[in-house]
């Protein structure tokens, strides 16, 4: 599976992005999809996911009400909504995506390059 993430860019604080992440391989639908992020100096936590099963999606509680991931398994895409965006959201943000026998988060087996979010104040 190979992740190509896209749609991060420079932003004031109360905006919003989409990122997009597309995947190419096969068997899509089953993988567990998620986006990670890194602030410099900061170690990489998982932001959001989405599992192949449908379920409530997991958000890290400082995005909870502002981030929304989704999936569109048709296109083997997967999105994250990302509004009323803060200074402290500014990172890299990785696409990640792991098969239903895999180790699970936070150690996906196929990881996309990053996009780089900034939020002004």
């Known amino acids: 599976v190979q992740l190509q993430a896209s749609g991060g860019g420079l932003v004031q604080a109360g905006g919003s992005l989409r990122l997009s992440c597309a995947a190419s391989?096969?068997?899509?639908?089953?993988?567990?999809m998620g986006w990670f992020r890194q602030a410099p100096g900061q170690e990489r936590e998982l932001v959001a996911a989405a599992s192949w099963s449908g379920n409530v999606p997991y958000y890290v509680h400082s995005v909870e009400g502002r981030f929304t991931i989704s999936r569109d398994n048709t296109k083997n895409m997967v999105y994250l909504q990302m509004d009323s965006l803060k200074p402290e959201d500014t990172a890299v943000y990785y696409c990640?995506?792991?098969?239903?026998?895999?180790?699970?988060?936070?150690?996906?087996?196929?990881w996309g390059q990053g996009t780089q979010v900034t939020v002004s104040s």
């Open positions: 391989g096969r068997h899509f639908s089953i993988y567990n």
């Open positions: 990640a995506a792991d098969p239903p026998d895999g180790a699970g988060w936070p150690s996906p087996r196929y």
